[in-house]
């Protein structure tokens, strides 16, 4: 958990701080959504409405139709969510472009290359049938449609990779 405070942790806020400095792209998930919020003033902490679990309902605000990573998801879109702890409240400079039933900050955007993420747009039914506690009777769910949430894994790969492949010299 964020709120371990862990040194690892610690580390990496610290270079996550740096990274955003230098304006690097960063897209952080579950883990890294909170700790990129955490890193940047924001406060984490468990959520007061419970651990989100499973394939839940995702809606973006207004502002996520003019972020250019964003534009193309629909209002509500389906999202693979397993995190007991939340981003509470987000940095001061920071964006929320979308929220779930449960959870107020399920994408942040810090700068034009920073954005986070409380779902998991990497995991797919199998994973998240891992995830789940045996015996505990929740059912992982069905993505029905287009994968929206691996669409913005993919589109932020895709606009951020020739100015990493830059960076490295490619």
């Not at 405070?5 to 690097?24: F, G, K, Q, T």
């Not at 468990?46 to 209002?75: F, H, I, S, Y």
Request: charged share 20%; glycine share 8%.
């Amino acid at each position: 958990m964020v709120t371990d405070h862990a040194d690892w942790s610690e580390r990496s806020a610290a270079w996550i701080r740096a990274a955003i400095d230098a304006s690097l792209p960063l897209l952080g998930v579950c883990y890294g959504h909170q700790l990129m919020a955490y890193a940047l003033g924001g406060e984490v902490a468990d959520n007061p409405n419970g651990w989100e679990r499973g394939l839940l309902p995702v809606t973006c605000g207004a502002q996520a139709q003019r972020d250019p990573l964003l534009r193309k998801l629909p209002p509500t879109f389906s999202a693979w969510l397993s995190h007991r702890q939340s981003v509470l409240t987000p940095p001061s400079q920071a964006q929320v472009l979308a929220a779930s039933e449960r959870d107020g900050c399920q994408i942040i955007r810090y700068s034009p290359q920073a954005l986070s993420v409380q779902f998991h747009p990497e995991f797919s039914s199998t994973i998240m049938r891992a995830c789940l506690p045996d015996g505990s009777g929740e059912v992982a769910g069905v993505m029905e449609g287009k994968d929206w949430a691996r669409e913005l894994l993919t589109t932020f790969w895709q606009q951020t990779r020739p100015s990493i492949e830059q960076a490295q010299g490619a």
